[in-house]
Structure formats: structure tokens, C-alpha cells
């Protein structure tokens, strides 16, 4: 099992119905730990464990999803970068454009990621032939 978990969820004995909170994960094999914190546990236990997935799509560098890869997706990046970083939480880049954004796939959007997008933008502009995979290494 992976030590960086993409959620945990606490839930009470009993008929309950307890639900998560929604997670922004990439696609991958996930498992399910199930367990009792108590001494003993209570291996008979029978539980429902219900998933929904929603596919999301997205275009890598197109932050903006308007079908390109310029300028104003830098500016987009910069924009949700700063705000961050002063504490704000309205209006960041999330879902679908979350991960067009997180070029290097670390699920973090930092200036690495801006300077990736710069450097593929202004090698197409100059026509030097470029894909992700030679810019992110
Ligand atoms: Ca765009
Ligand atoms: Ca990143």
C-alpha cells in the first residue's frame, strides 16, 4: 500500500452510511484498507463500500481548456500559483484543469511547472520540435 494516501475515511459501527470527501486522483491502481482500531477488531464485519469515478479530460498545458497552449495558460498558472501562496483558496485551477496545469504530474502546481510550460510554448513558437516528454525530465 501506498504510504500517501488519497483518502481516509472514518466511519461509525452500525447502520451508518458514511461518505467521503471527493478526491482529485490520476489514473492508476488504487486499494482499500479496511480496519478496526479497536483491540480484537471484528473480522466478521460486514460492510458496502460504494465508488463512483468521474473520467476527467484534459489536454496537458491547456490550463484554460480553450484548446490551446499560450500565453494566457502561463498566465492562468501564474494566477492560481500566487494566489496560493498569499492563502487564498477561491478560484485556484482545480479538477480537469488542475491536472493540465501539473505538468510534471506531482500533483503540485509550482513555478517548476510554470517554467515547463513557458519552455514548451516558446520552443513551438520558434519551431524547434518539442513534446512533454523532452521538456519534463
Ligand atoms: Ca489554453
Ligand atoms: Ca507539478
Given at each position: 500500500?501506498?504510504?500517501?494516501k488519497a483518502?481516509?475515511?472514518?466511519a461509525?459501527?452500525g ?7 471527493t478526491?482529485?486522483?490520476r489514473?492508476?491502481?488504487y486499494?482499500v484498507e479496511v480496519r478496526h482500531?479497536?483491540i ?5 464485519l460486514?460492510y458496502t463500500l460504494t465508488?463512483q469515478?468521474?473520467m476527467?479530460?484534459y489536454?496537458k498545458?491547456d490550463?484554460?481548456a480553450d484548446?490551446?497552449i ?6 492562468e ?5 500566487a494566489k496560493?501562496a498569499?492563502?487564498?483558496?477561491d478560484d485556484?485551477?482545480e ?14 502546481l ?8 513557458m519552455l ?7 519551431g524547434?520540435?518539442?513534446d ?6
Amino acid at each position: 500500500l501506498r504510504e500517501d494516501k488519497a483518502v481516509t475515511l472514518d466511519a461509525a459501527l452500525g447502520k451508518t452510511k458514511t461518505e467521503s470527501e471527493t478526491v482529485l486522483v490520476r489514473g492508476g491502481t488504487y486499494y482499500v484498507e479496511v480496519r478496526h482500531k479497536g483491540i480484537g477488531g471484528f473480522s466478521d464485519l460486514e460492510y458496502t463500500l460504494t465508488m463512483q469515478a468521474e473520467m476527467l479530460t484534459y489536454t496537458k498545458g491547456d490550463a484554460n481548456a480553450d484548446g490551446s497552449i499560450d500565453s494566457t495558460d502561463v498566465f492562468e498558472m501564474m494566477y492560481s500559483c500566487a494566489k496560493k501562496a498569499v492563502g487564498r483558496t477561491d478560484d485556484l485551477l482545480e479538477g480537469a484543469n488542475f491536472l493540465a496545469a501539473d505538468i510534471d504530474e506531482n500533483d503540485t502546481l509550482d513555478s517548476t511547472d510554470i517554467f515547463y510550460e513557458m519552455l514548451y510554448i516558446a520552443s513551438k513558437g520558434a519551431g524547434v520540435p518539442v513534446d512533454w516528454d523532452s521538456i519534463v525530465k
